[in-house]
């Protein structure tokens, strides 16, 4: 039974856009902060965004990511996303969601991710 599926990964030229998905199954969706993260290879796995309960009118964004990444919900589609501008090969990874708890824990096992890979 699969809780968390990314998807919208991609290969991208530098500067290029992306928008990832992740549906949650889960009947408690609007309850739950989510997160992005990302792992590139050799690196451990680091969340870069963070969007609130409910209407997510608050997000939070790591420094290399902060103006070129947007994260958003929409509770009806128990769906978050990652939208994805100005990709840089360092941005290179493999993307996962997963929701937070108050003390930074998850409450699902990670999905499958999806592969970015930004190269000219």
């Not at 928008?19 to 309850?31: D, E, G, K, Q, W």
């Not at 990652?82 to 708890?101: F, I, K």
């Amino acid at each position: 039974q699969e809780f968390l599926v990314e998807s919208g990964g991609g290969l991208v030229r530098p500067g290029g856009s992306l928008r990832l998905s992740c549906v949650v199954s889960t009947n408690m969706f609007s309850y739950y902060a989510f997160a992005w993260f990302r792992q590139a290879p050799g690196k451990q796995r680091e969340e870069i965004a963070l969007i609130s309960v409910d209407t997510g009118s608050r997000t939070t964004y790591t420094d290399d990511v902060q103006g070129r990444f947007t994260i958003s919900r929409d509770n009806a589609k128990n769906t978050v996303y990652l939208e994805m501008n100005n990709l840089q090969p360092e941005d290179t990874a493999v993307y996962y969601c997963n929701g937070v708890y108050g003390d930074g824990s998850n409450p699902w096992g990670w999905g499958q991710g999806t592969q970015v890979i930004v190269s000219s």
